[in-house]
């Protein structure tokens, strides 16, 4: 057996810092700070414009901004045979164009600041936007990390809020129906 | 193969779907909700307000609030309080629209709930 001979490529090229590789379209840069829009419960701001286009009709779309997935165990519950969402005229959506509403869980990292901000603006109007869980709501017991935000408010203008570590399916199926007004003497 | 058993399964089983929004929720007994405070009992120590993870109590002169929003429903309040005033209680559902509306309060002495 003869040993293979090892040609020599010669210096390996120095390999600089490639270019970055744009899977969407920049759509604006993201800003610290400043949130998109005011806190506003729907209650005085949506409820009828919601109500007349809506109908008891509502999708969802699930956005996890950096939760541990307590939550989202929560929601997916909801779609089982027990509490059985889709009873309620309710759906979840694969894609926030799809969507009239935003479940938001996680405190908001830095890392998934600019998703939440595509994800709300590919969204038609109206929308609405619910905070679940402790960590949506203010950071939970990681208020005051270095890594991101202490809940979702900073970011986008959150409509209904919903606590809980994780909530309940019940907690969430009442925040969804808050947020349209369909609980009478709620908002 | 018991069929007739299997065809009848169904209407053995009967309806396992929730009712909630028109009924109350079924909770299983290990849940747990809402801190409650027995303002008979609270000698005001603080004991809860030092013991919570998340800084979600609030204790002033005649008010004593938890903050659902800040709440992780770990009970540290209810094995701290010395005095076994605050028990977790069974309210899940607190969805609110404003901050404020996360707020639940209870007066210590009467007359102070604002």
């Known amino acids: 057996m003869t040993e293979p001979v090892l040609e020599s490529v010669g210096p390996v090229e120095a390999a600089g810092p490639a270019e970055p590789v744009m899977l969407v379209a920049p759509v604006k840069p993201v800003e610290p700070a400043e949130p998109v829009g005011g806190d506003g419960p729907v209650g005085d701001r949506l409820s009828a414009v919601v109500r007349s286009r809506l109908g008891r009709s509502l999708h969802v779309r699930h956005l996890d901004a950096g939760s541990c997935n307590g939550c989202d165990w929560e929601i997916a519950a909801l779609l089982n045979p027990y509490h059985d969402l889709q009873r309620l005229g309710i759906d ?17 990292t830095r890392n998934l600041e600019q998703a939440a901000r595509l994800t709300y603006e590919a969204m038609p109007e109206p929308r609405l936007v619910v905070a679940v869980g402790a960590c949506a709501i203010s950071g939970g017991v990681f208020a005051g990390t270095y890594a991101g935000r202490s809940g979702i408010a900073d970011v986008l203008p959150v409509d209904v809020r919903v606590p809980g570590c994780p909530p309940r399916p019940e907690a969430l199926l009442e925040g969804l129906l808050v947020a349209v007004g369909r609980l009478p003497g709620r908002r | 193969m018991d069929l007739i058993g299997r065809l009848l399964r169904p209407w053995r089983t009967g309806v396992v779907t929730s009712r909630y929004p028109v009924e109350a929720p079924l909770l299983e007994p290990a849940i747990r909700g809402l801190p409650e405070v027995d303002p008979g009992r609270c000698t005001r120590d603080g004991a809860c307000v030092s013991a919570c993870p998340t800084a979600a109590l609030l204790l002033d002169a005649g008010t004593w609030t938890v903050d659902a929003g800040r709440c992780v429903f770990c009970g540290a309040c209810e094995r701290a309080c010395p005095e076994d005033a605050i028990a977790l209680g069974r309210q899940v559902t607190l969805a609110a629209g404003t901050p404020a509306g996360l707020l639940h309060v209870t007066a210590l002495r009467p007359g102070d709930e604002r």
Do not use: E, K
Not at chain 1, 95 to 101: F, I, T, V
């Open chain 1, 92 to 108: 979840i959506v694969a894609s926030p164009r799809h969507a009239d509403l935003l479940l938001v869980t996680g405190i908001m």
